[in-house]
C-alpha cells in the first residue's frame, strides 16, 4: 500500500498531513510513503529529513497513492488528480463544503473527513478536531496576551502592585479549556461559560470560575456531547446577560461552535462597547462567522477602542506541533485502512471508517453531508 503526501496549496497553510517521524513508522510497518518536493517545508520538515525516513519524495507524485493524506479540503485541481477508487483522507468540511463533497463523489472517489470520525474511545487518536483545537485554544490565549496592554498576572512591584488581568472564554469545549489552561498559566483569573452543564467540573478544574448565567435552561447537550442550538429566545437572553458580564473583564476568548452550523452570536456591539478601553477580543468563531458581531474574520479591528482579532487557522501558525499531533492522527487512521498482510482493506462494518467515510463508488454516504448537498442544490 502506497500512501502519498501533497504539498498544501490552501493560501497560509503550512502544516503538512505526515511528519518524517510518522512517515516513518508507516514505512517501517511496510507502508511505502511518497511525498511531493517541498510538501514539509512550511512545518520545518525539510525534504532529506523525510529520506532519512525512508519516504521517497519526488515533484508531482503528491496525489499518485492509494491513500492521499492531506491537511485541507482539495481544491478542483487536485481533485482532478485524484484517482478514481483512491482514498483521500483530510479535513473535507463535509456539512459545509457541498462543492466539494459532491466533485468528490463525481470523481468516484473514496474520501474520508477527519471532522467526521465519531467521538468514541476507540477513536480518539485519531481525533484531528481536538488535536488541532488544542492549538488553536493555546494560540488564542497568547494572541489575546500580546494584545492585550496590560500585564496578565498580578504583580508586586517597588513601584506599586498591579492586578491580574480577567479573561473570559466563551464555550469550553477542547479549544475552550486549552485557553482556559493556557490563560492560567499566564496568570490571569479566567472566568468561561458554556451551554452545556457537563464542563462546569472542567472548567472548576482548570482553576477557573464557572459564570451562572440564568437561561432557564435544563441543559443544551445533544447528540455526541456537542451543543445544541439555542432558541432564539435563549440566545437573546444569553446576549443580553453576556453584555453586563462582559463589561468587567479585560479580555474575551470566543470559541462558542455548533456542528455544521454558522458560530453562534454571542458579543453584541453593546457587549463591546461596556468593555474597558484597551480591551481585547479574540474570536476564535472566525471562520464560521465569529461569536461577536463586530468580528471580521481573517482581520484585526478596534472599535469602541475595543482590539477585535478574528483568526483564521489559528493551528497553522503553530505549524510543527499541529502537523505532528495531526500526522499521528491520519496515521491511526490509515491503519485502520491495512490488512495483516499490509494491503489495503476497507471495513466498512467498522463504525470508525463508516462514520468518517464522506464519498465511495460515486454516491454521497454521510448523511450530514448528504443532507448538506441536498440543502445546496
Ligand atoms: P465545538 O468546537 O463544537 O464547540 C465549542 C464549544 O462551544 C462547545 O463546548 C459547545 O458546548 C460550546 N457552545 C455551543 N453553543 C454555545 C453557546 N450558545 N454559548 C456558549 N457555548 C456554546 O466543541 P468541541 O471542542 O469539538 O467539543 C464538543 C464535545 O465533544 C465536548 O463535549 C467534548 O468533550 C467532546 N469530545 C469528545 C471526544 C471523545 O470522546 N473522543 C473528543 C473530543 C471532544
Redesign the pocket.
Known amino acids: 500500500m502506497k500512501v502519498s503526501v501533497p504539498k498544501e496549496t490552501a493560501a497560509g497553510e503550512r502544516r503538512v498531513a505526515l511528519v518524517p517521524e510518522v512517515a516513518q513508522r508507516l514505512t517501517r510497518s511496510g507502508i511505502e510513503v511518497v511525498l511531493e518536493a517541498g510538501a514539509g517545508e512550511g512545518a520545518h520538515h525539510p525534504d532529506a529529513s523525510y529520506e532519512e525516513a525512508g519516504a521517497s519524495v519526488q515533484e508531482g507524485t503528491g496525489f499518485s497513492g492509494d491513500v492521499v493524506a492531506k491537511v485541507r479540503p482539495p481544491s478542483s485541481e487536485e481533485i482532478r488528480a485524484l484517482r478514481e477508487g483512491g482514498v483521500l483522507v483530510g479535513f473535507l468540511q463535509p456539512l459545509t463544503a457541498t462543492d466539494t463533497v459532491r466533485a468528490l463523489a463525481e470523481a468516484r472517489v473514496t474520501s474520508f473527513a477527519m471532522e467526521a470520525i465519531p ?3 476507540r ?2 487518536s485519531m ?1 484531528a ?2 488535536s488541532q ?1 488544542t492549538v488553536a485554544g493555546y494560540r488564542a490565549a497568547l494572541v489575546a496576551a500580546e494584545e492585550l496592554p496590560r500585564f496578565l498576572p498580578m504583580l508586586t512591584t517597588a513601584a506599586g502592585t498591579v492586578r491580574p488581568a480577567t479573561v473570559m472564554v ?7 479549556l486549552q485557553a482556559i489552561a493556557t490563560s492560567r498559566r499566564l496568570g490571569a483569573v479566567v472566568q468561561a ?4 452543564a ?2 462546569k467540573e472542567q472548567i472548576e478544574s482548570l482553576g477557573a470560575r464557572f459564570l451562572e448565567l440564568d437561561l432557564g435552561l435544563e441543559d ?1 447537550e445533544a447528540a ?4 445544541r442550538q ?1 432558541t432564539e429566545e435563549e ?1 437573546q437572553r ?1 446576549r443580553e446577560l453576556l453584555a453586563e458580564a462582559i463589561g468587567k473583564v479585560d479580555a474575551v476568548i470566543s ?5 455544521g452550523r454558522p458560530a ?1 452570536l ?1 458579543v453584541i456591539e453593546d457587549a463591546v462597547r461596556n468593555m474597558k478601553p484597551g480591551s481585547v477580543i479574540v474570536d476564535l468563531a472566525a471562520e464560521t462567522g465569529g461569536n461577536c458581531e463586530l468580528t471580521e474574520p481573517g482581520e484585526t479591528v478596534v472599535k469602541h477602542d475595543v482590539t477585535i482579532i478574528g483568526p483564521l487557522n489559528l493551528p497553522s501558525s503553530m505549524p510543527d506541533h499541529a502537523s505532528q499531533l495531526y500526522s499521528k492522527n491520519v496515521q491511526n487512521l490509515v491503519e485502520l485502512m491495512v490488512s495483516e498482510e499490509g494491503e489495503m482493506k476497507l471495513d466498512f462494518e467498522d463504525e470508525i471508517l463508516a462514520g468518517a467515510c464522506i464519498t465511495r463508488d460515486g454516491e454521497i454516504v454521510h448523511e450530514g453531508a448528504k443532507q448538506a448537498v441536498g440543502a445546496a442544490a
Open positions: 467521538r468514541i474511545t477513536a480518539q481525533d478536531l481536538s483545537a466563551l464555550g469550553a469545549g477542547v479549544a475552550g461559560f458554556d451551554v452545556r457537563a464542563v443544551a455526541g456531547g456537542y451543543a439555542l440566545q444569553q470559541t462558542a461552535a455548533v456542528p453562534p454571542l
